[in-house]
């Protein structure tokens, strides 16, 4: 990646969404603005919010040099939609593109071994990411459970960006270590890859698709990121 880059990122994964823009100069990323997005209204603020923020870094659509995603999981509709304006980006423009999942953000952020989010329906996405392995999976409380919590037999901090989440877990588990932190963001996602957009480390746009994890074999999906 040539320094002085312009990047996008986009997550739409949330109830609330967000965009970031930033260039790289001398081996660092400058933050050059970032937007929310209002959960709900994606498909009608997005491709505005990207066009207003390159707008206010004086620049433009052409002036792009790659896009970051949060790819998900979370919203079905959001992750569609934010993905869909990304390769539409990506294929007009020639623009590499790299992805990241919210649970490793979230993890990355709270410095944790697990990161845990609500999927709703009575189910959490969980990532665990010890021991050298990553694995990303949709689970049922009772299935935390008969596991004997999420750490096991091994302590360690798990990340939580919604109080509902953390209360169900000290209650069900008893996790040793809870740790509370803001709900990931685009600008935590473009600080998070600038490493991956150096090591070349691109999706293929053609296939790019969400991770929902929600699915007949979301029980055993597992993934590196």
């Known amino acids: 990646m040539t320094e002085n880059a312009l990047l996008l990122a986009v ?15 001398d081996a660092a990323l400058d933050l050059l603005g970032e937007a929310e997005l209002a959960g709900g209204e994606y498909a009608a603020l997005l491709v505005q ?16 040099a790659g896009i970051v995603v949060v790819s998900g999981p979370g919203s079905f509709t959001g992750i569609r939609v934010g993905l869909a304006t990304v390769k539409a980006l990506a294929e007009s423009l020639d623009l590499p593109v790299v992805t990241v999942s919210r649970l490793t953000l979230l993890a990355h952020l709270a410095k944790a071994e697990c990161a845990v989010l609500d999927a709703h329906r009575g189910q959490l996405y969980c990532g665990m990411y010890g021991d050298g392995e990553a694995r990303e999976m949709l689970l049922t409380a009772g299935e935390i459970n008969s596991m004997g919590g999420l750490t096991g037999e091994r302590p360690g901090r798990v990340a939580v960006c919604e109080e509902s989440v953390a209360q169900l877990l000290e209650e069900l588990c008893g996790e040793p270590e809870l740790v509370r932190v803001a709900a990931p963001t685009a600008v935590d996602a473009l600080r998070f890859s600038l490493g991956r957009w150096r090591a070349g480390e691109f999706a293929d746009v053609a296939t790019l698709d969400g991770f929902y994890l929600r ?11």
Do not use: E, N
């Open 49 to 64: 919010a990207i066009a207003d923020l390159l707008r206010t870094a004086d620049g433009g659509i052409a002036d792009l």
């Open 11 to 25: 997550d739409t994964c949330g109830p609330a969404g967000s965009i970031a823009l930033g260039r790289v100069r």
């Open 215 to 225: 699915g007949a074999d979301a029980k055993v999906a597992a993934r590196l990121d």
